[in-house]
């Protein structure tokens, strides 16, 4: 099969209008310049292929010619072939299947239907079995750059808090910050801001996630299995898991895998274990941006958006999509009764930056908004073809910047529910409450949220400070407050561990296990009092917890309380410690000193060898080891930097 730079699900090798465009381009992944690389993948026996559990066909209609997963398969009957991520016009919009505001218009804003569409890109294909209204979306502020505009550097997740009015990359905040503010205005949460959200409409129909993020310090399953009651005490109702490379892939996605990924046997315990607590479990598979832990594997680096970059997928090789289905495949494998999926696609950096996109969008009415669009529409109608019972999430920072009109004539609306995330203390509020609106009209019937409880004030946060992100979730109690009830699906707190894959440790769950519960019990009761943090206090068994400083008398009781106890010291007292002994490396200079002036003196009154016995006996055992600690001080140093 062909490369296909407008189309890459329905095979239709384009350059110029995702659906009706005739330019061709030949084919570098199969074609007769193919890489040698790639065609002895090609090669590999049907057999293997099934074996591999992950080379079915990525959706109908794909044709799977992929020499990243295997010989071509089959395409699936006309039927049931999927739309098209190139598409993004209204003929790409599926029935009401998610959201009452559908709509079943079969004209496209790219131009005229082309003949012989698939059905889901007419308006034909047969209502799925799915829940209506599933789909539910919070909007944040309105503004925002295009997406493939953004220019920020690798390895930059861009500044968490501060996703309104800028594109991800131009926060204008230090790298490595997540939030607008790195720290927390000076004063502790007062009485008005606690009492924020009392009269919280539709609190009672919140879902509140929390996130964990297992691509950095994953914790063993039999820790997860004594935080998850803990949890669920303080008000979680499910689990977002971000595997990434701890998924225990399988087959071609085998090399994925990180020496510590968990096993089958761990992640079904953990999941049952969950579903003893109630806890729904929300899987996310990045699927665009964020897929350096891909991306940097030889086999997949000719998928990358930009050749030099592994953080972006290319949208217009069929291989990205069949990619993408096959991981999604794996995941949902291990999984039961799951309702949604997080598919990702945020912080697409170098979006269109790709020397195929650059051609693509030299084409007329081609943009990287429509590119964008069209990558999420296809993953997610693959998800929705494969799996109709469950709803995409996908994080809303790529479509802020994108207009209500291109936003309704996607379709993406149909497929989705966006996830609205900002991790500042100083959220712009009416500008969440008007990004809602503009949501909701383009057609997302349901929308969520996303707050932090850690890993937003610093890409080597080692301690985290609890007011800052208690005041992160009553500033969304206040966006929900002014929100309509019926919209708001639930609320994520994320817990970043690395701001990407390749970036450092932020910090450790246990760590941040205090800030967690204060903020699900502030979110759980509308605001945040003393009786609430009483209740915070006794069941983390940490008396006078503090919110605005790291130091909290007392051990806890909560798992992994030792290692915050001990995280703790190290970050107040080691580096004071080592700094002080680096000072003492003036005193082999002041005791030498002192030495040749004893001597001075003493040769006045003895003689040498007398001196010397004496200073071998008192003095020079003990300067030795003074050198001694200097001397490897000095190399340790060097050494480092």
Not at 118 to 137: D, H, M, V
Request: glycine share 10%; charged share 20%.
């Amino acid at each position: 099969m062909g490369q296909h730079l407008g189309d890459p699900v329905c095979g239709d090798s384009t350059l110029g209008d995702p659906i009706s465009g005739d330019s061709t381009l030949g084919d570098p992944i199969l074609g007769a310049d193919a890489a040698p690389d790639h065609e002895a993948a090609a090669g590999r026996g049907a057999e293997e292929e099934e074996e591999d559990g992950c080379l079915q066909p990525p959706c109908p209609g794909i044709l799977l010619g992929s020499a990243l997963l295997g010989a071509a398969v089959p395409a699936a009957p006309a039927a049931r072939s999927r739309s098209r991520p190139g598409a993004v016009g209204a003929a790409g919009q599926r029935p009401p299947l998610r959201s009452h505001h559908a709509s079943s218009a079969t004209s496209d804003a790219l131009g005229a239907p082309r003949p012989g569409l698939p059905a889901c890109l007419t308006g034909e294909r047969a209502r799925l079995p799915r829940e209506s209204g599933r789909i539910q979306r919070t909007a944040g502020s309105g503004g925002g750059t295009a997406p493939g505009q953004q220019g920020s550097q690798p390895g930059q997740r861009g500044t968490r808090g501060q996703r309104d009015n800028c594109t991800p990359g131009q926060q204008g905040s230090q790298p490595g910050q997540r939030g607008r503010d790195g720290g927390v205005r000076p004063g502790g949460v007062s009485r008005d801001a606690a009492a924020t959200g009392q009269s919280n409409r539709g609190r009672s129909m919140w879902r509140r996630l929390v996130h964990l993020d297992l691509k950095g310090a994953a914790p063993r399953a039999q820790y997860l299995e004594q935080v998850l009651p803990l949890l669920r005490a303080l008000g979680a109702t499910g689990l977002l898991l971000e595997y990434e490379d701890t998924f225990p892939y399988t087959g071609p996605l085998e090399v994925l895998q990180a020496p510590h990924a968990y096993s089958p046997e761990e992640l079904q315990a953990l999941l049952s274990w969950a579903r003893a607590q109630g806890l729904d479990v929300v899987p996310l598979v990045q699927s665009f941006g964020h897929m350096e832990f891909v991306l940097k594997h030889r086999q997949f680096a000719h998928l990358r958006e930009v050749k030099e970059l592994p953080n972006a997928l290319n949208p217009h090789k069929e291989e990205s999509l069949a990619l993408v289905k096959a991981m999604i495949d794996q995941v949902m494998a291990l999984h039961q009764d799951l309702q949604w999926f997080h598919i990702g696609c945020d912080e697409v950096y170098y979006l269109g930056e790709g020397e195929e996109s650059k051609q693509w969008l030299q084409q007329q009415n081609n943009t990287p908004q429509k590119l964008c669009l069209s990558h999420i529409k296809a993953v997610a109608t693959c998800l929705a073809w494969s799996y109709p019972m469950v709803t995409p999430i996908v994080w809303d920072d790529m479509l802020r910047g994108i207009s209500e009109e291109t936003l309704a004539e996607s379709g993406v609306p149909q497929l989705v529910q966006p996830m609205i995330w900002d991790y500042a203390t100083d959220i712009n509020v009416e500008g969440k409450v008007q990004l809602i609106e503009k949501y909701r009209r383009c057609g997302f019937s349901k929308v969520w949220f996303a707050s932090a409880f850690k890993g937003a004030t610093g890409a080597n946060q080692s301690l985290t400070l609890i007011g800052h992100h208690l005041r992160n979730q009553l500033e969304w109690l206040q966006v929900a407050q002014r929100s309509p009830a019926d919209v708001l699906e639930g609320i994520a707190l994320t817990g970043w561990q690395r701001y990407d894959h390749f970036a450092v440790l932020c910090e450790l769950l246990p760590v941040a296990i205090p800030s967690l519960a204060v903020c699900l019990q502030a979110l759980k009761n509308g605001g945040f009092s003393e009786k609430v943090k009483e209740n915070v206090e006794n069941l983390l068994g940490m008396p006078n917890l503090e919110i605005e400083t790291f130091m909290s008398p007392g051990l806890g009781t909560f798992p992994g309380s030792s290692v915050l106890t001990l995280v703790t010291q190290i970050s107040f007292h080691l580096k004071s410690s080592v700094d002080e002994l680096l000072e003492r490396n003036r005193l082999f200079s002041k005791w030498s000193a002192v030495v040749q002036d004893l001597q001075a003196a003493m040769e006045q009154v003895f003689p040498r060898c007398a001196i010397e016995e004496w200073m071998e006996e008192n003095v020079h055992p003990h300067l030795q080891k003074l050198q001694g600690v200097v001397e490897d001080l000095d190399e340790a140093i060097r050494a480092q930097n």
